[in-house]
């Protein structure tokens, strides 16, 4: 049977007028879908008994179920486990942040991409997920903030995962969540997170779409960039910088580059000096994201100093180029990327 799961208006359409039924009743199923978050055909009241049980023959409703949930000491992290009908498992955060909530979802269970810092890659990757799973994870925490009156209002696609190399559902998944008829976020609330896939930036350049584009970065130069990141070694970091001039160019967004710091590894002055370098054509248009690394057991890494965290962010803006330190939430719930999925695998 056919998910309805993270279908679009007109997708459901043309399923429903297959089964020789009126096209207004899939306005009125996508609504019970998306805004009254029915599981079942059951729970459709305004539909006949017939109906739904016609519905139900033809069709599934595949949601994402908790199997795990941390929370901060400061009540504003929630890192939940969500699970779907295979099994599979994938990590959703909530952030409740001053100017409103944001989630970051993941757009694949686990990463391939192998970089060194990071423990979403640990395990490799099990598979991507669909539209409907991407979407899901943000209906589920949408139920949750149902219960007080609140919404989401940014969504991050930063989780596991490489959104670039799962492009059709990602795109269709931001495409799906501006609908009114779904969360109604506007594009400029969202936010795609890559470790540099070109060919990917150069095609979402192209969509029209004045999302912000967020670019893991995390070195200066080729030679470092390759050891922490084993992807610049197809997608060198010229390229990268290249296609995304060519993306804040086109949509006249900024790029964000995120930069995490590991102590006396690529948070020296001299790497402070490169970066200003690398990115010096580019100052209008770009944001330097310096990201104090959030260590990981299995990794042999150390986080730096405050002092030298200050003096990486002041020399670059001393030079021109806009850095902010990002402001760490859920460090104390291990809410980094693949944490809380590696220890569930583990056991």
């Given at each position: 049977m056919t998910n309805i799961f993270g279908l679009n208006l007109t997708e459901l359409t043309s399923l429903i007028t297959d089964l020789n039924l009126p096209k207004?009743?899939?306005?009125?199923?996508i609504e019970w879908l998306y805004q009254k978050h029915a599981t079942s055909f059951n729970e459709m009241t305004n539909l006949s008994k017939d109906l739904r049980e016609k519905l139900a023959q033809e069709f599934t409703i595949e949601r994402a179920k908790s199997c795990d949930r941390l929370?901060?000491?400061d009540g504003k992290t929630t890192k939940f486990l969500l699970e779907f009908g295979d099994g599979i498992g994938v990590e959703t955060v909530l952030m409740r942040q001053p100017y409103g909530n944001s989630i970051c979802v993941s757009s694949q269970a686990g990463c391939n991409m192998g970089c060194s810092f990071c423990a979403s890659t640990l395990h490799g990757m099990a598979r991507n997920?669909?539209?409907g799973e991407i979407l899901a994870q943000a209906m589920f925490i949408q139920e949750l903030l149902n219960q007080t009156g609140e919404q989401i209002n940014n969504?991050?696609?930063?989780?596991?995962?490489?959104?670039?190399?799962n492009y059709d559902n990602v795109l269709n998944f931001i495409r799906l969540v501006h609908e009114p008829y779904c969360l109604n976020l506007g594009y400029r609330n969202i936010t795609i997170s890559t470790s540099g896939i070109v060919?990917?930036?150069?095609?979402?350049a192209q969509e029209n779409l004045p999302i912000t584009l967020s670019i893991s970065l995390h070195a200066p130069n080729n030679e470092l960039r390759t050891e922490l990141m084993p992807i610049n070694k197809r997608y060198p970091i010229e390229e990268v910088i290249k296609a995304a001039v060519n993306y804040a160019n086109t949509t006249k967004r900024r790029i964000t580059y995120e930069y995490i710091l590991i102590d006396k590894y690529n948070d020296?002055?001299?790497?402070?000096?490169e970066l200003c370098k690398l990115l010096k054509n580019q100052l209008a248009l770009a944001n330097v994201n310096l990201i104090p690394i959030n260590p990981v057991k299995e990794r042999n890494y150390n986080r730096p100093s405050l002092a030298r965290i200050k003096a990486f962010a002041k020399y670059l803006n001393d030079h021109h180029l806009t850095a902010t330190i990002r402001q760490e939430m859920g460090t104390d719930i291990q809410a980094a990327c693949g944490q809380l999925r590696n220890k569930h695998l583990a056991k």
């Amino acid at each position: 049977m056919t998910n309805i799961f993270g279908l679009n208006l007109t997708e459901l359409t043309s399923l429903i007028t297959d089964l020789n039924l009126p096209k207004f009743r899939a306005k009125q199923i996508i609504e019970w879908l998306y805004q009254k978050h029915a599981t079942s055909f059951n729970e459709m009241t305004n539909l006949s008994k017939d109906l739904r049980e016609k519905l139900a023959q033809e069709f599934t409703i595949e949601r994402a179920k908790s199997c795990d949930r941390l929370d901060s000491s400061d009540g504003k992290t929630t890192k939940f486990l969500l699970e779907f009908g295979d099994g599979i498992g994938v990590e959703t955060v909530l952030m409740r942040q001053p100017y409103g909530n944001s989630i970051c979802v993941s757009s694949q269970a686990g990463c391939n991409m192998g970089c060194s810092f990071c423990a979403s890659t640990l395990h490799g990757m099990a598979r991507n997920l669909s539209t409907g799973e991407i979407l899901a994870q943000a209906m589920f925490i949408q139920e949750l903030l149902n219960q007080t009156g609140e919404q989401i209002n940014n969504i991050v696609i930063m989780g596991s995962g490489e959104p670039m190399l799962n492009y059709d559902n990602v795109l269709n998944f931001i495409r799906l969540v501006h609908e009114p008829y779904c969360l109604n976020l506007g594009y400029r609330n969202i936010t795609i997170s890559t470790s540099g896939i070109v060919p990917g930036i150069n095609k979402l350049a192209q969509e029209n779409l004045p999302i912000t584009l967020s670019i893991s970065l995390h070195a200066p130069n080729n030679e470092l960039r390759t050891e922490l990141m084993p992807i610049n070694k197809r997608y060198p970091i010229e390229e990268v910088i290249k296609a995304a001039v060519n993306y804040a160019n086109t949509t006249k967004r900024r790029i964000t580059y995120e930069y995490i710091l590991i102590d006396k590894y690529n948070d020296n002055m001299t790497e402070a000096v490169e970066l200003c370098k690398l990115l010096k054509n580019q100052l209008a248009l770009a944001n330097v994201n310096l990201i104090p690394i959030n260590p990981v057991k299995e990794r042999n890494y150390n986080r730096p100093s405050l002092a030298r965290i200050k003096a990486f962010a002041k020399y670059l803006n001393d030079h021109h180029l806009t850095a902010t330190i990002r402001q760490e939430m859920g460090t104390d719930i291990q809410a980094a990327c693949g944490q809380l999925r590696n220890k569930h695998l583990a056991k």
